[in-house]
């Protein structure tokens, strides 16, 4: 019960100056991560668990999937295709670039790390997190072009690493000298995303096809029509699961047949995740910082801590210019979107769930040195968002129109701000 009341009580006090907050370099993860670490073990005690607890496991997975499919479905990828060069060149080329580059910092530095192991941990950290750090998109001084490129990076950089995470895990188990050959492991994984996919596809075609027929026959009300699309999410990931599928990949997936086939239902969506969603991802970073952050603190060491450092300041960056070269941007554009490339949720998970898969001996330093990584961003990217988004933006609004950080781009929502963050950027 004290669980409860400790983070109730957090919940309550922050929820009092939210609106003073908001625009501020002090952010939602920041405020509950801080409370996680003073209130989990190695503070007041308040927070107990461990970081392979059932309940730890089920929190953390129902926020991702939930995070997997609702930004999946808020991008628009027929959209994307016409207008999104810079988000394309940062998935498309960057992220390969961040995982080659990463692996190749980690093996170097982190002794008795697998090429394997290195190459996890590298797509571990790949996926970025906006939400760590508001400001950057919701100064309505910044160019939409920017705001909306490092939008739509997070919304599906996520899903997009998921299979690189798996295919190096399998790779990491078969490195251990278990049973069967590295490309046995290599194929268990290439079935786990094939099975993923398909199940994904058909839950999300199907959902969409029944929701769009009932609402347009008045059979369904605004509340179910926003729990409808958390069931068509469930049932893409218990359905992948009991197929030998991978469930996260198939509701990611389900995300991007449902938002395709389904638009008319995005705005639900929406609204589910801005609101009882939220809820989720607050209790991910409190019990990050209580059970799994928290406890390890006493572990980090000089090449752990150097790792963290370079993959936020050195890897990202170098990444994002490299995938930029030929976009006319200018030097401080590039140098922005390198930098605000937070880790966070996905990155949190993704650790976890190569920890619990129980067969990778190297599980607990990836743990460790994600946890190190994502900690640091949490605070880094939400201290500096703030003041540097209103600089940058004063200085990006004397650029002249035709400059290609202001071509128009369609405005997809913000999983942080919903309708809100629509309405700012058509004010722009």
Do not use: K
Request: aromatic share 8%; hydrophobic share 50%.
């Amino acid at each position: 019960m004290s669980d409860v009341i400790a983070f109730a009580v957090l919940l309550i006090g922050y929820a009092l100056v939210s609106g003073r907050t908001q625009g501020t370099s002090l952010t939602a993860p920041m405020v509950f991560t801080t409370g996680g670490l003073l209130l989990g073990a190695g503070g007041l005690g308040l927070l107990g668990g461990s970081a392979t607890s059932t309940t730890v496991r089920v929190l953390t997975e129902a926020t991702l999937v939930l995070v997997l499919f609702t930004d999946a479905v808020r991008i628009d990828l027929r959209v994307l295709r016409r207008e999104y060069h810079i988000p394309l060149r940062l998935l498309g080329v960057g992220m390969p670039l961040a995982i080659a580059i990463g692996a190749g910092v980690a093996y170097g530095l982190l002794p008795g790390l697998s090429l394997a192991g290195a190459a996890l941990l590298a797509s571990v950290l790949a996926p970025t997190d906006a939400a760590l750090g508001t400001a950057m998109v919701s100064d309505r001084r910044l160019p939409v072009r920017i705001r909306q490129s490092l939008n739509v990076e997070s919304g599906l950089n996520d899903g997009i690493a998921l299979p690189a995470v798996m295919v190096f895990a399998a790779l990491a188990a078969a490195s251990e000298g278990l049973e069967g050959s590295a490309w046995s492991w290599v194929g268990f994984a290439a079935g786990q995303i094939g099975v993923g996919a398909l199940a994904g596809v058909a839950v999300g075609a199907v959902g969409a096809w029944a929701i769009t027929r009932a609402d347009a026959a008045g059979w369904v009300n605004a509340t179910h029509r926003r729990l409808f699309s958390v069931g068509v999410a469930g049932l893409a990931y218990a359905g992948a699961e009991v197929t030998t599928g991978s469930g996260f990949l198939a509701v990611f997936v389900a995300g991007l047949a449902f938002g395709g086939l389904a638009s008319g239902q995005r705005e639900c969506v929406h609204q589910f995740a801005e609101r009882e969603g939220e809820l989720l991802t607050l209790m991910t970073f409190a019990l990050f910082g209580a059970v799994i952050i928290g406890p390890l603190i006493g572990e980090v060491d000089g090449r752990t801590l150097a790792y963290a450092v370079l993959s936020l300041a050195v890897v990202r960056p170098l990444a994002v210019a490299l995938s930029t070269l030929g976009a006319r941007l200018r030097p401080e554009t590039v140098c922005f979107l390198g930098w605000f490339g937070p880790r966070g949720l996905a990155s949190i998970v993704f650790a976890l769930l190569v920890v619990e898969q129980g067969d990778i001996a190297e599980a607990d330093r990836i743990l460790l040195v994600a946890g190190v990584t994502v900690l640091l961003s949490v605070y880094a990217h939400g201290i500096t968002a703030a003041p540097w988004a209103r600089s940058f933006g004063r200085r990006a609004g004397r650029y002249p129109p035709t400059a290609p950080e202001h071509l128009d781009v369609t405005v997809h929502p913000y999983r942080w701000h919903g309708p809100r963050g629509q309405e700012a950027d058509r004010g722009d």
